[in-house]
């Protein structure tokens, strides 16, 4: 394992342990629920998106495994302070990461820690628990209230 993996590795136990934003929100202005029923991973994601379309808060509470709750806080990280466009170019970016496409798929787009998932795509079972919450994510912006990573890769 290299110093990056080990790095890597790192973040997402630490995620996994202490996750960031792990709780109910009690009025989103937009939520989804993201379910994966290959590892039983179950979220909701909640979001807080202001009239100027900025991201004001993000939150999400469920449970999964440890790839699916590191990544869940993480994401909530990541787009909070972003607008609503942002976030989504980030969902393309890092889905293109997860499935090994190459960084951002093209997008031009800062992926930031989100990079510890940049080797997941060695491990297809574990792909669908890292792109859980950011489906869920496009659910809650798209207006569909769930999502299940069944229909989709
Ligand atoms: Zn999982």
Redesign the pocket.
């Known amino acids: 394992m290299s110093v990056t993996d080990e790095l890597y590795q790192q973040v997402i136990l630490d995620h996994n342990r202490t996750p960031r934003n792990m709780r109910r929100m009690e009025q989103p202005t937009h939520t989804a629920c993201g379910l ?1 029923p ?4 179950e979220y909701t994601v909640y979001l807080a998106v202001g009239a100027d379309g900025l991201i004001r808060d993000a939150s999400f509470e469920g449970h ?2 440890a ?2 709750k590191a990544s869940a806080s993480l994401m909530s990280l990541a787009v909070v302070g972003k607008r609503v466009e942002e976030a989504r170019a980030l969902f393309e970016a890092f889905h293109a990461l997860v499935l090994g496409k190459g960084e951002g798929g093209g997008q031009a787009c800062d992926l930031g820690k989100l990079r510890v998932f940049s080797g997941v795509w060695r491990y297809p079972a ?1 792909v ?2 890292a792109a ?1 919450c950011w489906h869920a994510l496009k659910g809650a912006l798209d207006g569909q209230p769930t999502t299940s990573t069944e229909d989709k890769l």
Do not use: E, Q, Y
């Not at 290959?38 to 991973?41: K, R, T, V």
């Open positions: 994966n290959l590892c039983g991973d999964g495994c790839i699916s574990r669908k628990c859980l």
